[in-house]
């Protein structure tokens, strides 16, 4: 079994930052891509950003320069720094990680339960 939990997320003044974190855990050999997703209320679940085990970072334009996507690969956890947050930010975001549980097997996508962003004054 794996576990992913999120966490950090929380109400925030426009211009404000947060750090959001996310851990897997349970039985575990190797995580590849790990991500970040949002959804915002009545719209559809866009990827944030996307790192890589070797730590190559992908990012979704609408928070390029912004947002920073960062891992520890011995802790199995995954980071998403938000600085400049604007009110469109506001979301829910979701953690996943693609984690292989045992060597010469696939890796399955685990999702974590999500963390409120609310960014308002």
């Known amino acids: 079994q794996v576990q992913v939990v999120d966490s950090g997320g929380g109400l925030v003044q426009p211009g404000g930052s947060l750090r959001l974190s996310c851990v897997a855990s349970g039985t575990i050999s190797r995580i590849y891509d790990m991500r970040w997703y949002r959804q915002a209320r009545g719209k559809q679940r866009e990827l944030v950003a996307a790192i890589s085990s070797g730590e190559t970072p992908t990012y979704n334009p609408s928070v390029k320069g912004r947002f920073t996507i960062s891992r520890d690969n011995a802790k199995n956890t995954v980071y998403l720094q938000m600085n400049g947050l604007s009110q469109e930010d506001t979301a829910v975001y979701y953690c996943?990680?693609?984690?292989?549980?045992?060597?010469?097997?696939?890796?399955?996508?685990?999702w974590g339960q999500g963390t409120q962003v609310t960014v308002s004054s």
């Open positions: 996943n990680a693609d984690v292989q549980q045992r060597p010469l097997t696939r890796a399955d996508t685990y």
